[in-house]
């Protein structure tokens, strides 16, 4: 994208000043963004209190009910960014493959992709079909005092679910299809692929400011396998995403060995790096312009703040005051976390964090 691009975008989209947007185009800002993957969700009491009386479901197809969960992290913490609440299997969902997403235990498929002929339950994405989710989007953008993360799952991740029938551990028939039947694989992919570009493109028009594509469970993956059977068609997403002129942040768990590939040839503005690989290591996989997000053991939470206090400490040493860091945990908030103990961690990064502009210093060491 050329510089005038960048300008354009950045005169019409809210937010396009913060320092959460500014560090995933690696510009210069005041202060260490961060914000938690599942910052909405169990850990809260506030969110609990809505999920007495409504269903996960419920929520998510309720655009106040969702707009309300997803500020609540915000209201509480001060985070740098809202995520919208909703979840991967949302748009096939929409599309009328039956999941049901059981708590404790996650997406749930009715009848699970066997044959070649489950490729026709995949027709594509019209907004209309999401429509509870893009007035979600709407009333977020209205209401949010920070940028809004719009996300879908990727297709690989998608596709497990729809394959196994729930989740897995060792993915063996998304594998064997992957492996036996390559055209009808890549078929499915494309047809997700399809579904998960209409559902981000729909949420940029709306005004979402980033978008994040998880693919959660690519890190089952080898890498040469990933760059054969997955890229490609997360490429292809991630690729017109950037057309929009929004960053793009590109997310998996255990991926150490992928994140050169999820972010090369410019398919990424930031990559998301789990708590496995340490950020300076993370730092070296990952090209050059490329920023990262992550990535404290969110496990970590559970213990005592001394511990939390030095991990994030340690992550922001790693960090090195690039100007491209977002600081996050490397998945998700798990739901026995305390908020009082993320609430440190937002104050101790913004307090502590520090953003260095680099800029015009060519290779040369911040320090001399
Ligand atoms: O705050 C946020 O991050 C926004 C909301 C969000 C949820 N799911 C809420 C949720 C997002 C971005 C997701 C995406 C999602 N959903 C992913 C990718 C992210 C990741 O964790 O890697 C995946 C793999 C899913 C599938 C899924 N949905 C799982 C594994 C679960 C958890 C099952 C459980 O009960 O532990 C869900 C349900 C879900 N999605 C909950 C929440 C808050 C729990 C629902 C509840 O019972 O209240």
Known sequence: MSATDLDTAASVRPHDDSPFVRACRGLPHDHVPVWFMRQAGRALAEYRAIRERHTFEEVVHTPELAAEVTLQPVRRYG?????????????????????????????????????????????????????????????????????LIGFAGAPFTVASYLIEGGPSKSYS????????????WHRLMERLAGITLASLTGQVERGASAVQLFDSWAGALHPDDYVRYV??????????????????????????????????????????????????AARRRIPTGVGMQGNLEPASCLGPWEGVEQRVRDVLTAADGAVDHIFNLGHGVLP?????????????????????????????????
Request: hydrophobic share 45%; no cysteine; charged share 25%.
């Open 173 to 184: 028939r998304t594998k064997a299809l992957m492996y036996g039947e390559e055209p009808t």
């Open 79 to 147: 985070v740098d960014a809202a995520i919208l609440f909703s979840d991967i299997v949302t748009p096939v969902q929409a599309l009328g493959v039956g999941v049901e997403i059981k708590p404790g235990v996650g997406p749930v498929v009715e009848r699970p992709f066997r044959t070649t002929g489950d490729l026709d339950r995949l027709r594509p994405l019209e907004p209309d079909d999401v429509d509870f989710v893009l007035d979600t989007v709407s009333i977020l953008v209205r209401e949010l005092p920070v940028p």
């Open 336 to 368: 026995a976390t305390d908020p009082a103990v993320l609430q440190r961690v937002v104050d101790l990064v913004h307090r502590e964090g520090r953003v260095e502009d680099r800029r015009g210093r060519g290779a040369e060491p911040a320090d001399g």
């Open 231 to 280: 890229l490609p068609h997360s490429r292809h997403i991630l690729d017109e995403v950037g057309a929009l002129g929004v960053p793009r942040i590109h997310f998996g768990v255990g991926t150490g060995e992928l994140l050169g590939a999820m972010a090369a040839g410019g398919a990424a503005d930031v990559v998301g790096v789990d708590w496995r690989v340490p950020l300076a």
